[in-house]
């Protein structure tokens, strides 16, 4: 949407909303002042505090002109398609009297993906001056629709409703069929690859990450993750052995995520934990690439450069301009990573380290993915099964034993990736596990027939399965491989 451009030039309008504005001048009118009044108490509260005298003034002067468009509408609907407003069905017209204010809260809505807003005649001037303060804080965070939604929800404030974007809803309209659940996760693992990359390869001046995109593919994740978690964690499976820090960044990233929502945190903390977990290993891009992509085992010189990065990572988000609470957790997980619940690991420090919840988090995840990926200076890669089963062992000791718990009840006692010899002889590859079903139970795509013979690759099989005469399963797992002996590759099977 180019919204510099004049507003509502097109005569192509949104099904189901009336451009009758001639016939309802008054609705009109009220509708042109709202806008206006609306960008003002936004602006206003840049300025003053919530309680200042010129604040409540224009609060005031906001619900006499919602008072008027509640007459016919009990709730007043503030709608943005394309490049317009509606209000209450009515396209409001703009011209120069009031294109800056129009053109200000178009830019707003397109920029935080809001669709629309709903006043109820029964919200109060206080209510109005917080959700305008609400939509500064979100904004000036780079927040996005469901952020909002979030803040207002924990605010209590339950008369000023938020719908985001519909853009399913859209496409449909067009005729175009809206992208599948696993299509989505892919396109927000690759999107978030590419933040992670832009935001630690290409620095602003003084050596500042650039966080901006990189929150919106986090906020975009989380989404996808509240919708379908089994096919976002599946993206897991993508190693990319040129790219390990990156890829390693965005599959930490989503196991964070899953282990969060796991636990119950709201939609606004997620999103805060992800980019944490986005950026833990932000310092790894000043050790120097032969000591990241050494083979063999380093020496203590190359450990100790490595082993640096968490410092490194400290330094790096310390210098961010604004140091708001993103950032400061950020910097905690950068630090903590790699201490242990015991306190072991690195970097030490003469007294106990009080661990953060998102370190704790990260901890685990970070551990997880480095088990199952091959590094040059590692002698094994760990099945994802193996390296759950080392994280359950070591739960209470390395480990949050109630975060670890909450992750392996995400993945399933054989997350996805993980190869398996069936009870049949068969061997195949676990593509998705329901959280909400057994946990040794998943969903599995043979791959070997029993007699070593490559399968088609096309039979999916629900291990749940049972005899429509006897009531026994079909399959069970007799046991979990290594991908590396068994010879495949998880992610020629598990990515669209």
């Known amino acids: 949407m180019d919204i510099d451009k004049a507003p509502c030039t097109s005569t192509e309008e949104r099904p189901g909303l009336r451009d009758d504005a001639a016939e309802l001048s008054d609705v009109l009118r009220a509708g042109n002042t709202l806008v206006g009044q609306m960008v003002a108490m936004e602006k206003l509260l840049r300025i003053y505090n919530a309680d200042n005298e010129t604040v409540r003034q224009a609060a005031a002067s906001l619900m006499s002109s919602l008072k008027t468009l509640a007459q016919d509408h009990p709730e007043i609907e503030i709608r943005f398609w394309r490049d317009c407003i509606y209000v209450n069905d009515v396209r409001l017209r703009c011209d120069i009297s009031n294109f800056s204010s129009y053109k200000h809260l178009l830019k707003q809505a397109v920029g935080l993906e809001i669709e629309k807003i709903l006043i109820n005649d029964k919200a109060s001037a206080k209510e109005l001056i917080e959700f305008f303060g609400i939509l500064n804080r979100v904004k000036d965070d780079d927040g996005s629709a469901g952020q909002l939604i979030e803040a207002l929800e924990e605010a209590g404030i339950g008369d000023i409703t938020v719908s985001p974007a519909a853009e399913t809803q859209d496409l449909e309209l067009l005729g175009i069929k809206p992208p599948s659940k696993r299509e989505r996760a892919k396109k927000a693992f690759y999107s978030t690859l590419r933040a992670a990359k832009a935001a630690m390869l290409s620095q602003r001046p003084g050596g500042v990450p650039n966080l901006r995109k990189a929150k919106r593919a986090v906020q975009a994740t989380v989404d996808v993750l509240l919708d379908d978690e089994a096919s976002l964690l599946a993206m897991s499976a993508i190693k990319d052995h040129d790219e390990y820090t990156f890829t390693h960044s965005v599959n930490v990233c989503m196991f964070s995520l899953a282990i969060g929502h796991r636990v119950g945190l709201p939609r606004t903390r997620l999103a805060e934990l992800g980019i944490a977990a986005l950026f833990h290993d932000i310092g790894k891009v000043s050790v120097p690439a032969s000591v990241l ?78 088990m199952t990926t091959e590094r040059p200076y590692m002698n094994k890669v760990h099945s994802p099964h193996e390296a759950l089963q080392y994280l359950l062992s070591q739960a209470g000791t390395k480990f949050d034993p109630v975060l670890v718990k909450a992750f392996a009840a995400s993945l399933g006692i054989f997350p996805a990736g993980t190869v398996v010899r069936l009870n049949t002889g068969e061997t195949a590859i676990v593509v998705k596990h329901d959280p909400n079903d057994e946990p040794d139970m998943p969903v599995v795509k043979i791959i070997r027939n029993a007699d070593g013979t490559q399968a088609s690759g096309e039979e999916i099989v629900d291990l749940k399965d049972k005899h429509p005469e006897t009531g026994e399963y079909l399959y069970a797992v007799a046991e979990a491989l290594s991908c590396k002996e068994a010879g495949e590759n998880p992610r020629y099977h598990l990515l669209p």
């Open 293 to 370: 992509n050494k083979v063999g085992m380093l020496d203590v010189d190359e450990w100790k450069a490595l082993r640096n990065h968490t410092l490194t990572g400290v330094q790096l988000l310390s210098k961010m301009p604004r140091c708001n609470q993103q950032i400061i957790r950020s910097l905690v997980v950068a630090f903590q990573h790699h201490i242990n619940m015991d306190q072991t690991g690195y970097p030490s420090a003469e007294a106990e380290v009080p661990l953060d919840l998102y370190s704790k988090i990260v901890r685990i995840a970070d551990t997880f993915d480095a």
